[in-house]
Nanobody
């Protein structure tokens, strides 16, 4: 079993920055894939960025060049640095984990955090 706890959300103006953290506990070994997803009000949950166990990073086209996903294995923590935030970045951001490859479909993820709200005002 894996427990995930996100932190770091908040409210910023467009162009601002935020950093999210996801603390992992439970199973000793790190899941094969961990990622960040977001869900805007009234919309489906979508992938933002993923990181697999060999260091391959993937990003949604909408955040490439502005967001950076990283892991600190010693701290069992996943991060998402978000720069130049835009209003369409508003939503609940979730940390997720799964065994296997980093599938962009959120339905394929086994473990989820409770989410942290990010609000970007124009």
């Amino acid at each position: 079993q894996v427990q995930l706890v996100e932190s770091g959300g908040g409210s910023v103006q467009a162009g601002g920055s935020l950093s999210l953290s996801c603390a992992r506990s439970g199973r000793a070994s790190s899941p094969d894939c961990m990622g960040w997803f977001r869900q805007a009000s009234g919309k489906e949950r979508e992938v933002v960025a993923t990181a697999d166990s060999i260091g391959k990073l993937r990003y949604a086209d909408s955040v490439k060049g502005r967001f950076t996903i990283s892991k600190d294995s010693a701290k069992n923590t996943l991060y998402l640095q978000m720069l130049n935030l835009k209003p369409d970045g508003t939503g609940m951001y979730y940390c997720a984990a799964r065994g296997g490859w980093c599938d962009p479909d959120p339905a394929e993820y086994t473990y989820w955090g409770q989410g942290t709200q990010v609000t970007v005002s124009s």
